[in-house]
Nanobody
Framework: QVQLVESGGGLVQAGGSLRLSCAAS????????LGWFRQAPGKEREFVAA????????DYADFVKGRFTISRDNAKNTAYLQMNNLKPEDTAVYYC???????????????????WGQGTQVSVSS
């Protein structure tokens, strides 16, 4: 089992920045990719960004390219999502998720991820 705990959410004005953290524990050696997803009220959960746990592959949703950066610190078993130039439409609960499947390129579909954190709220005011 893998446990994931997100932190770093909060309320920020449009144009501001936040850095989310996702701390992994347990059988972290089984993680092949770590993804960030978000879900706004009344909307489906959507892909934001993902990175391979050991390699250099990353992937971003078009709506965050150039604004968000995913990174990881394997020594700390922690992944990060640096979010800059935040917009009101970025308001959502943000989740990190771990994929156990051997992948070369991180996947985007939430159903392919095996473990999920509890989520952290990000609110952006206009």
């Amino acid at each position: 089992q893998v446990q994931l705990v997100e932190s770093g959410g909060g309320l920020v004005q449009a144009g501001g920045s936040l850095r989310l953290s996702c701390a992994a524990s347990g059988r972290t050696f089984s993680i092949y990719a770590l993804g960030w997803f978000r879900q706004a009220p009344g909307k489906e959960r959507e892909f934001v960004a993902a990175a391979s746990w050991r390699g250099g592959s990353t992937d971003y949703a078009d709506f965050v390219k150039g604004r968000f950066t995913i990174s990881r610190d394997n020594a700390k078993n922690t992944a990060y999502l640096q979010m800059n130039n935040l917009k009101p439409e970025d308001t959502a609960v943000y989740y990190c998720a771990a994929d156990r499947t051997t992948v070369v390129v991180p996947r985007r579909h939430p159903l392919t991820y095996d473990y999920w954190g509890q989520g952290t709220q990000v609110s952006v005011s206009s």
